[in-house]
């Protein structure tokens, strides 16, 4: 059973960079699609980025141009570059990981759809 630890999470102005990442307990590569949620208080979890095995990837429309998803299977190992951050980013970011590919999970994420979590990281931007 693989285990997921986020890092990288922290408290930041408006403007700054952060870079998270998910390290998988094992072979991340045979989890073919990959995604990092995020969660406010009161609020259902929201998919912020997705990748597959292939490569594609997509963003939530409030992220797009400002946050880069990657995924390094040698280091079992997923990212989620952040630039620019608004407050409206602050929320726990989580990563989750399914077996299948993510086929319609690309257009609309679903975090039912993915059978392990880490245990998020909290960002805050003021």
């Known amino acids: 059973h693989v285990q997921l630890v986020e890092s990288g999470g922290g408290s930041v102005q408006a403007g700054s960079s952060l870079r998270l990442s998910c390290l998988a307990s094992?072979?991340?590569?045979?989890?073919?699609?990959a995604s990092w949620f995020r969660q406010t208080s009161g609020k259902e979890r929201e998919g912020v980025a997705i990748?597959?095995?292939?490569?594609?990837?997509n963003y939530a429309d409030s992220v797009k141009g400002r946050f880069t998803i990657s995924k390094d299977n040698a280091k079992n190992a997923l990212h989620l570059q952040m630039n620019s951050l608004k407050s409206e980013d602050t929320g726990t970011y989580y990563c989750?990981?399914?077996?299948?590919?993510?086929?319609?999970?690309?257009?609309?994420?679903?975090?039912?759809?993915?059978?392990?979590w880490g245990r998020g990281t909290q960002v805050t931007v003021s």
């Open positions: 094992g072979d991340i590569s045979r989890f073919n699609c």
């Open positions: 990748i597959d095995s292939d490569g594609s990837t």
């Open positions: 989750a990981v399914r077996g299948g590919r993510c086929r319609w999970l690309l257009i609309g994420n679903d975090p039912v759809e993915y059978d392990t």
